[in-house]
């Protein structure tokens, strides 16, 4: 069994040939077109303009540019052609549908064309399955756990998937059966990240966290303080806005010059208390978003483990699970509560074709999976896209577990 994915549900166009034993053949995500555009986006007014501002067209182009090269070179890579694969699976939602739609028309062609099955994929459910690729024996990867784990990586798990656009606690009964334990009421903590990135003019492209992480440690803990998120709410929900807004406000009080982007007052200040209190943000910052996390996560282990006695594991995915803190901090409180953590490696963490393919292949193994469509799809074809599709049920007992 081999399977191709396909991912452009936000801004990575990405690709990748995986075997159902879980061996990773090939892995290609693009950023070059990607990073173009947006260079582009911020020189030049004019297409500024054009775009009026809005960044899923221009998103829609790159992935249209990069789509055909990046499937191409994941087939290279893999030594393979679209003869030798079983099935494609392609990101359906949630995401961007105009986005969607390239990666979706560019698999219904390849399944048009060789006579495939289809697999529709969610991302969210890809960002939490693909950890079960990475406990296989034929999984070449490195894999951040507390111990060695002795097996598969079995349902029922508890996953906290952290991201761009999501901040999900969900509670994963078995293939497709999800409890949601919580989620964020406005912003994830990958958009927190990307700001507090943008704010201290460290880096205009979307993902600002990798540029936070660097610098954060470097910081005085008690030059800035920020308070923790909804402490009196006693659920699992998320909050990041407020903390947006307190790293703003520290940034804005001090009159910091923090690149030329940025619409934020520019003032001379000495250097040296510039960088006390651009480190000092981040490192407060980052702090405080992570014990946010880990005060959710402690909560919804004691929630889970009433709901599925027998989970053993947290699994931690999505973008921000790449952060080195962000391990080390869950790791110690998933210890506490003896569970073991379970993180993918920072390359299957952020958007990536590998964990498309993967979940592709857990569906297409039960029988959930589409007929080959037909050969060409007229021009008005309305395609199976899900820009707004949760991951299961939210957990109702929720509400009262939390008085
Ligand atoms: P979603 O999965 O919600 O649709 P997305 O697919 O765009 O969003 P991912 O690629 O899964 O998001 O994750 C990207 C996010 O992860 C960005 O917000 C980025 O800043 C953040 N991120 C990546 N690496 C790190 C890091 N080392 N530390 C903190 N945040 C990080
Ligand atoms: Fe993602």
Not at 31 to 39: R, T
Not at 186 to 201: M, N, P, R, Y
Request: glycine share 8%.
């Amino acid at each position: 069994l081999i399977i191709l994915g396909i991912e452009t549900s936000c801004d990575d166009t990405a690709a990748a040939v995986v075997r159902g034993n879980g061996e990773i053949l090939s892995q290609v995500v693009s950023s070059q077109v990607k990073i173009a555009f947006i260079s582009l986006y911020y020189v030049k007014a004019d297409l500024l303009a054009k775009y009026g501002g809005v960044a899923p067209k221009m998103a829609e182009e790159a992935h249209s540019l990069a789509i055909d090269p990046v499937v191409q070179e994941a087939l290279h890579k893999a030594n393979l052609t679209e003869r030798d694969l079983s099935a494609v699976a392609v990101t359906i939602g949630p995401g961007l549908s105009l986005c969607l739609r390239v990666g979706v028309q560019k698999a219904r062609k390849i399944a048009g064309q060789f006579n495939l099955p289809i697999v529709g994929v969610h991302h969210m459910e890809a960002h939490a399955l693909v950890a079960r690729q990475c406990c296989l024996p034929a999984s070449n990867v490195f894999l951040f756990m507390s111990r060695l784990i002795e097996q598969d990586l079995r349902f029922p798990f508890l996953a906290l998937l952290i991201s761009g656009g999501h901040n999900l606690l969900v509670l994963a009964h078995n293939l497709g059966q999800y409890t949601q334990l919580g989620t964020t009421i406005d912003d994830a903590i990958g958009e927190a990240f990307d700001k507090t990135a943008k704010w201290l003019g460290l880096d205009m492209r979307r993902s600002g966290g990798p540029a936070v992480e660097k610098l954060a440690l470097e910081g005085d803990a008690e030059s800035v303080k920020f308070s923790t998120p909804m402490k009196q709410h006693k659920d699992c929900n998320f909050s990041y806005a407020g903390l947006k807004t307190q790293v703003r406000l520290a940034i804005e009080s001090k009159n910091i010059n923090v690149g030329k982007y940025s619409n934020i007052t520019v003032f001379p200040v000495p250097i040296f208390v510039l960088l006390m209190t651009t480190l000092g943000a981040k490192w407060a910052f980052q702090r405080v978003a992570v014990l946010h996390l880990e005060e959710r996560c402690e909560r919804a282990i004691e929630w889970a483990l009433k709901i599925e006695p027998s989970i053993k594991h947290l699994v931690v995915s999505g973008g921000v699970a790449s952060n080195k803190y962000v391990r080390a901090r869950l790791d110690r409180a998933v210890k506490n509560n003896s569970l073991q953590l379970v993180c993918p490696p920072p390359s299957l963490c952020t958007d990536n074709g590998v964990m498309v393919a993967w979940t592709g292949i857990e569906h297409f193994c039960v029988g959930r999976f589409d007929p080959p469509p037909p050969a060409d799809d007229p021009e008005d074809f309305m395609y199976d896209l899900r820009p707004r599709w949760p991951l299961g049920e939210e957990f109702a007992e929720g509400r009262s577990e939390a008085r």
